[in-house]
């Protein structure tokens, strides 16, 4: 463990905002959580490398794996639907007209949310590159959209999976793959950004690895958000040691500044998990008020509760999870 100077203004002043455990995969050890001055909230002392291999068991990327090599195939023709209609994807042939789609369009919001929250938008035939691919699910999935893709994963059984089901993936960080400048039309690193002790550098890299119109989206987990108000160290997505760096919007708009590029657009995502997760959390460490004790989150009739609770945080811009949008600076 080392000590060190907040990436985003130098500062060493800090205080404590909460000291956690590791409540999801009991790594031993108690962790301080710090925010500096400027906002910016981060472990402090952090882990060196090594000690970073130790905080991921060997079935952390396993358990991702899986989920994500099976999502595409499920509902297969509604998703094309929804790519082809609302995403603008050229799927067999011609685009429908567009105001038919524009008409259509509400209607399409709401098929996007229940099967494909997770696609993005056309960008031609484009290269794409996701950083922490996992096993490559996601990206198999695009590269049957029309999409040039490109992996990057640190994971070695990962990154072999999804090599051996034909995602070109590179095993290693992403500075060491040393893509040529202005590679890719996307880059997209999902629940990863937080992981990374060197945020800055990983800014500074995808802004020379972007095309002049680019995009970029990074989805973290979100400090400001009132679930981690509720839950404090019982909060699923703090998950102590292996998120070293949280962010807000602010703090997040600011690095990103700092590192040449501008934050284009800010969406919420409050997914039951993050609620259900925090307050099982809370019940096994026996800090559950009473009132909240018959609240079970394996019950279908407490996460739909959830679901337009969530739906208003998220509008309120108080979401679990934030997603950035990213262009180079020098693109606005
Ligand atoms: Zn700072």
């Known amino acids: 463990m080392h000590t060190i100077l907040c990436p985003l203004c130098g500062s060493d002043s800090r205080t404590v905002l909460v000291r956690g455990s590791d409540l999801l995969h009991g790594v031993p050890g108690d962790f301080s959580v710090t925010r500096c001055s400027c906002g910016l909230v981060y472990i402090n002392p952090q882990p060196d490398n090594d000690e970073l291999q130790l905080y991921y068991p060997d079935h952390y990327l396993a358990h991702k794996e899986l989920h994500g090599m099976t999502r595409f195939q499920r509902h297969r023709a509604l998703k094309e639907f929804v790519l082809r209609w609302y995403y603008d994807y050229p799927l067999g042939g011609q685009l429908p007209?567009?105001?038919q789609r524009r008409l259509l369009r509400p209607l399409l919001w709401l098929l996007s949310l229940g099967t494909l929250k997770s696609?993005?938008?056309?960008?031609g035939a484009g290269g794409l590159l996701d950083v922490g691919c996992g096993n490559g699910g996601w990206l198999r999935g695009?590269?049957?959209?029309?999409?040039?893709v490109q992996?990057?994963?640190i994971d070695e059984n990962a990154a072999r999976t999804a090599n051996a089901a034909g995602v070109p993936t590179f095993c290693g960080t992403l500075p060491a793959a040393r893509f040529p400048d202005q590679s890719f039309d996307v880059v997209?690193?999902?629940?990863v950004f937080e992981h990374l002790i060197n945020p800055a550098e990983i800014l500074t890299e995808i802004r020379r690895i972007l095309k002049p119109d680019g995009v970029c989206y990074i989805r973290v987990p979100n400090i400001a958000s009132c679930t981690y108000r509720w839950f404090k160290q019982y909060w699923y997505p703090l998950d102590v040691p292996r998120h070293v760096f949280h962010y807000t919007p602010?703090?997040?708009?600011?690095?990103?500044?700092?590192?040449?590029?501008?934050?284009?657009?800010?969406?919420?995502?409050?997914?039951?998990?993050?609620?259900f997760v925090s307050l099982e959390f809370m019940r096994r460490e026996g800090?559950?008020?009473?009132?909240?004790?018959?609240?079970?989150?394996e019950r279908a009739f407490w996460r739909?509760?959830?679901?337009?609770?969530g739906w208003l945080i998220d509008r309120a811009g108080q979401g679990d999870i934030v997603e950035f949008t990213l262009v180079s600076n020098a693109a606005r």
């Not at 695009?142 to 040039?148: K, V």
């Not at 800090?287 to 989150?297: H, I, M, S």
């Not at 739909?304 to 609770?309: A, I, S, T, V």
């Open 119 to 123: 696609a993005i938008p056309y960008h």
């Open 188 to 191: 997209r690193l999902h629940y």
């Open 287 to 297: 800090a559950l008020p009473a009132w909240l004790r018959p609240v079970n989150g």
């Open 304 to 309: 739909n509760l959830w679901r337009p609770l």
């Open 142 to 148: 695009m590269q049957e959209c029309g999409w040039t």
């Open 97 to 99: 007209p567009r105001w």
């Open 250 to 275: 602010d703090t997040f708009t600011r690095l990103a500044r700092q590192n040449g590029l501008a934050v284009q657009r800010v969406r919420y995502y409050s997914p039951p998990s993050g609620f």
């Open 151 to 153: 992996g990057v994963e």
